[in-house]
């Protein structure tokens, strides 16, 4: 993407999470015009060029939803991941898919023995269709875009205007939580999950997406940029959404950020020369330095009480038994679940329910890995293994993706605090399995279905 459009796109965003702000109402009409633009684009485009659009769409899709939700700017609570959905089949319909995801086609077939088991043991007070669909939509979302995505062969160029659609709304999502709050230290008065910091919506979710902008801004600092004054607003950037995930007071989408990072880092220093080697040296330095001064500043807007979040001590300086902050107890109860039913689970959207009537507490684990082998028992694990092992079989035949780890680890680690209650676990994870080149040639598959 050349500069001029990326700075013009950059700049409309930035708007655009102004007028979000001072006009929620706003957010209604933007999304129908997002959803009517790209079927548009993807209708339009030639067969060749399909696939690249339906990435572009995906990608601002996932970006833009947490920023919705905040605004109350979707037609319902899951649009977005029926929408990545929606743009995927049209893409599986008009150019198939690599016979080698065909794993993922069983991933997804695996799921269902456990809706019947759901269907006949669900309560009558409980709205079956919606406690299926919402927990199913993440699930069903990744396997379809895994299934699209595997194979899919793009340019360095197109992948960093994938990337850039993904972080626009991101951008948009950073200005909308700065101009809700621009003065965190009037808010922070202790070290729990700060709702005021977070644009008024969940911290878990909004850092999470904040997160995910600190690790792309991060790729294009030292992967996509190719002149200093990007490169330094990349910096600028980074130091924004780092500073406003890290005084959510939420850890988890701060923790991933890093270690996406790191596996970014080390995967990319392995794949340049020595040359570049020095040259990324001193651009880990000047990293660190802005990482540094973030850290510091957090510290002082907080009052001091980011330091013993991240201490895992409470407002009075005392250091919590527990850093899962009970996490880890929903855990175990999910898992007892699964011993008492290990053929078929519990059924989908029982292990909530099943968790309430037991012990009165009525508190989601956040956590797919124990949610999947609860409700669908040994399929479960089955599917589970599907998801982990495919990609890295994947990545013996395929290694130009520098960002394939980061990718993988995003969604790895996201499921294992934040579920699947948003887009952006299942498609990042698709993401990992694109071919990226350095060719100029269009997109294109093996296809085993048109």
């Not at 990324?280 to 330095?285: D, E, P, T």
């Given at each position: 993407m050349q500069q001029k459009k990326y700075l013009k796109l950059l700049g409309l965003h930035v708007l655009l999470g102004v007028v979000l702000y001072f006009f929620n109402v706003f957010g209604?009409?933007?999304?129908?015009?997002?959803?009517?633009?790209?079927?548009?684009?993807?209708?339009?485009?030639?067969?060749?060029?399909?696939?690249?659009?339906?990435?572009?769409?995906?990608?601002?899709?996932?970006?833009?939803?947490?920023?919705?939700?905040?605004?109350g700017g979707v037609l319902f609570y899951e649009a977005n991941k029926y929408l990545v959905i929606v743009f995927v089949l049209m893409g599986l319909f008009s150019n198939g898919f690599n016979k080698k995801a065909a794993l993922y086609l069983l991933y997804i077939f695996l799921l269902i023995p456990s809706v019947y088991v759901s269907l006949s043991m669900l309560d009558v007070d409980t709205n079956i269709r919606k406690a299926i669909a919402f927990n199913l939509s993440g699930p069903v979302c990744l396997g379809v875009s895994a299934l699209f995505c595997f194979g899919v062969k793009v340019t360095k160029n197109q992948f960093e205007t994938i990337i850039n659609y993904c972080l626009f709304p991101l951008i948009s999502t950073l200005v909308y939580v700065i101009l809700y709050n621009p003065n965190v230290s009037q808010i922070a008065t202790g070290t729990a999950s700060n709702f005021s910091a977070s644009g008024g919506f969940g911290p878990n979710q909004v850092s999470t997406v904040l997160g995910l902008g600190i690790f792309l801004t991060t790729a294009r600092f030292f992967y996509f940029s190719q002149t200093k004054f990007l490169r330094y607003l990349d910096l600028l950037f980074i130091l924004l959404f780092s500073f406003r995930a890290i005084v959510?007071?939420?850890?988890?989408?701060?923790?991933?950020?890093?270690?996406?990072?790191?596996?970014?880092?080390?995967?990319?220093?392995?794949?340049?020369?020595?040359?570049?080697?020095?040259?990324?040296?001193?651009?880990?330095?000047?990293?660190?330095?802005?990482?540094?001064?973030?850290?510091?500043?957090?510290?002082?807007?907080?009052?001091?009480?980011?330091?013993?979040?991240?201490?895992?001590?409470?407002?009075?300086?005392?250091e919590k038994k527990d850093i899962t902050t009970g996490r880890g107890d929903l855990f175990f109860l999910e898992f007892e679940e699964f011993l008492n039913n290990p053929f078929f689970g519990v059924g989908v959207g029982r292990v909530k329910n099943i968790r309430f009537q037991k012990t009165g507490i009525h508190a989601a684990s956040h956590n797919e890995m124990s949610r999947i082998i609860a409700e669908h028992g040994l399929l479960g694990i089955l599917s589970f293994l599907i998801l982990v092992l495919t990609p890295l079989f994947f990545r013996l035949g395929c290694r130009k993706n520098v960002l394939f780890y980061s990718f993988y680890l995003f969604w790895l680690i996201t499921i294992n605090h934040s579920a699947m209650r948003i887009a952006a676990p299942a498609f990042v994870y698709a993401l990992s399995l694109l071919n990226v080149s350095h060719e100029k040639s269009p997109l294109h598959r093996k296809s085993v279905i048109s």
């Open positions: 209604n009409i933007y999304f129908y015009c997002l959803t009517i633009y790209f079927f548009i684009q993807i209708i339009n485009a030639k067969k060749s060029k399909k696939s690249f659009e339906i990435l572009k769409a995906c990608a601002y899709v996932l970006g833009v939803e947490v920023l919705l939700r905040m605004t959510t007071f939420s850890r988890g989408g701060v923790f991933t950020a890093i270690i996406m990072i790191i596996a970014f880092i080390f995967t990319y220093y392995k794949s340049i020369s020595k040359k570049n080697k020095n040259k990324m040296l001193v651009s880990i330095v000047l990293f660190l330095i802005v990482g540094f001064i973030t850290w510091g500043i957090s510290i002082a807007q907080t009052n001091g009480f980011i330091e013993k979040r991240y201490t895992n001590k409470n407002a009075a300086g005392k």
